[in-house]
């Protein structure tokens, strides 16, 4: 289930909001519809609900439920060309790490652990799992709730289990999405969230929403659509327990570094001549939410970043190209000073930065690749 996750998040970015919650501060705006994803007539998607509609009501869901929750549902076409596109491109650790805990990332992530301290303690007092470790969920999910999107949940589901690539477990959270409405804890219209049914500030897919999902504000409500992240923060630490998180020891860190200093700690080294770190038991527990190295890495990493550690510095390997970071922080630099805009000096080549490299070749007469290059870095330099 949770393999399934990762790749709804880490491209999905705060609300500054002050430690006290509270129906006052967070008055609740209903979702707007996305409209770069709308819906179209689908006879087949149709064809698809009526049957589902009986399935639904052996599962124990109530007919007007069923009714209420796909009153303006529909196919959305744009839902199933996201799914047919997804690669399996892999990103390098280093680049995964520049992108987690960009600086951008760090110091929002400490500015929303300042503001949301008061409730993240007691989140830990309750579950015992940091608040800083959290936050960093918080921050890697939706940028700390800046993107949760905005897709309605019962479209996405039924779409992608309509005609996806995984159409039972998709059926699942959509079946899971309605016992959501059956138990009142949102409207139709606020259940929202990624096209790939990821929702609210930590992203929970609707059957890890049955399985964690808690009411911390005591509202009655498990909110995590709120503009309030209380329901979402206590419930991402509800997670982290019951899969085992450990109060008090660190995730790991590089060898040689104090988060090494794990209590029956393991190596791990993701990539040959990359660094190796000494992981432990909450290393595995942050992979349950979801099932990648790097995201635990990148999570574990956030954390120390924004109680104030200090950066990952490698070393690194050279990418598929022969560069470095310091490389490709210096190509976008150049780039961008001789009127190739790469948006940034990340040293993360992104389609940005292929842009610039193509705009660049095609003005210089140079086979028009976007690929990176040491000797493109020398021409411009
Ligand atoms: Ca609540």
Redesign the pocket.
Known sequence: MQATRRTFTLGTLAVLLSGCSGAARFASTPARPDTTLPTAPNAGWDAWVAGFKGRAAGQGISPGVIDRAFRGAGFIPGVIERDRNQTEFKRSLEDYLSIAASDERVAKGRANYAAQRATLARIEAKYGVEGNVVAAIWGLESFFGERRGNIPIVSSTSTLAYEGRRGAFFEKQLIAALKILQNGDTTPENLVGSWAGAMGHTQFIPTSYELFAV?????????IWSDDP??SLASTAAYLAKSGWQRGQPWGGVVGSPGANVPGGRRLQPEAGGPTFIVGRNFDAIKRYNNSDSYAIGVGHLSDRIVGGPPITGPFPPDQYGLRKDDRIALQRRLTAAGFDTQGSDGVIGPNSRAAIQAYQARNGLPVTGDPSLELLRRLG
């Open positions: 009411d911390f504000t005591g509202d009655g409500r498990r909110d209380t329901d």
